[in-house]
Nanobody, 123 residues
Framework: QVQLVESGGGLVQPGGSLRLSCAAS????????MGWFRKAPGKERELVAYISWNSASKTYADSVKGRFTISRDNAKNTVYLQMNSLKPEDTAVYYC????????????????WGPGTQVTVSS
């Protein structure tokens, strides 16, 4: 079992930055693939960024490439999402998720989810 809790969301102006954190509890975090997802009103849930258990593989949605960076610190049981050059269309609830299988995270069906944190980009 893995419990996940996100933090770092909030209100930011267009062009600004935020760093989201996801703290995990439970054993074997370092063996889990992780992902950041987002869900905006009226839109489908979207995988924003993915990172493998050893950080060797990272992928991003086209909409955030070059602006967002995913990273993890297995010693701290934490995964991060650095978000730069934020746009109003980045407004959404952001969720971190985990699974022992990377394919399930990339396939949008990870086993473990955090409760989410709201990110609002507005002037």
């Amino acid at each position: 079992q893995v419990q996940l809790v996100e933090s770092g969301g909030g209100l930011v102006q267009p062009g600004g930055s935020l760093r989201l954190s996801c703290a995990a509890s439970g054993r074997a975090f370092s063996s889990y693939a992780m992902g950041w997802f987002r869900k905006a009103p009226g839109k489908e849930r979207e995988l924003v960024a993915y990172i493998s258990w050893n950080s060797a593989s990272k992928t991003y949605a086209d909409s955030v490439k070059g602006r967002f960076t995913i990273s993890r610190d297995n010693a701290k049981n934490t995964v991060y999402l650095q978000m730069n050059s934020l746009k109003p269309e980045d407004t959404a609830v952001y969720y971190c998720a985990a699974d022992s299988l990377g394919s399930k995270v990339r396939g949008n069906i990870p086993s473990y989810w955090g409760p989410g944190t709201q990110v609002t980009v507005s002037s």
